[in-house]
């Protein structure tokens, strides 16, 4: 584990402590820096996490990273409706199955963009206690989990193909739509 200085421990404190949440907008800078792996779990990182789950939730988003509210932490949150999942220091450790989904971001408001990724994914990380976890995952919460990552990374939908308007996005599904009448 990286040795950090008490004076940035001290100032990432100050960041997760910052409230309350605003969610930045493509094409800002902060959106394509790579986020930090998190080194202290303690109370405010769980704060911030809940935080960030009812900011997604307020959003109507299935998941956010910390980047996406201005704060370069590895750090990421979805719930699809199941059982909310909080991931820290996530990573992909392999998937397979492809499939190709038309998805949107809280980041890209009102775009789209139609993403192949992994159906099913194995990844690892820390909960909030700081314990390393594993999740396999399949589907729609595979998906989020690997869009989250990208965000860590600052990769963006828009870096998968060309962003589609909504309202073009609907119009290609209801095309396609009408074929298989």
Same mark, same amino acid.
């Given at each position: ?5 008490? #004076? ?8 997760? #402590? ?14 394509? *820096? ?11 990182? #769980? $704060?911030?996490?809940? $935080?960030?789950?009812?900011?997604? #939730? ?53 775009? *789209? ?15 909030? $206690? ?7 995952? *399949? ?22 193909? *060309? ?16 074929? $298989?009448?």
């Amino acid at each position: 584990m990286m040795n950090i200085s008490k #004076k940035k421990k001290l100032r990432l404190l100050k960041e997760l #402590k910052r409230r309350p949440l605003t969610l930045w907008l493509y094409p800002d800078s902060i959106l394509r *820096e790579k986020a930090n792996p998190v080194q202290i779990f303690n109370t405010v990182l #769980k $704060d911030f996490a809940n $935080d960030m789950l009812f900011f997604m #939730k307020q959003h109507e988003g299935i998941g956010l990273a910390a980047p996406q509210v201005g704060i370069l932490q590895r750090i990421v949150v979805a719930d699809i409706g199941e059982s909310p999942i909080c991931l820290v220091n996530p990573e992909i450790v392999t998937g397979s199955g492809t499939e190709n989904m038309i998805e949107g971001c809280l980041s890209l408001p009102g775009y *789209e963009v139609d993403v192949n990724r992994n159906t099913w994914i194995e990844i690892r990380g820390k909960n909030l $206690d700081g314990k390393r976890v594993v999740n396999k995952v *399949e589907g729609l919460m595979a998906r989020v989990l690997q869009h989250e990552v990208d965000h860590l990374n600052g990769i963006l939908i828009c870096d998968y193909g *060309e962003l589609l308007s909504e309202h073009e996005g609907f119009q290609l599904l209801d095309k396609e739509s009408e074929r $298989d009448v």
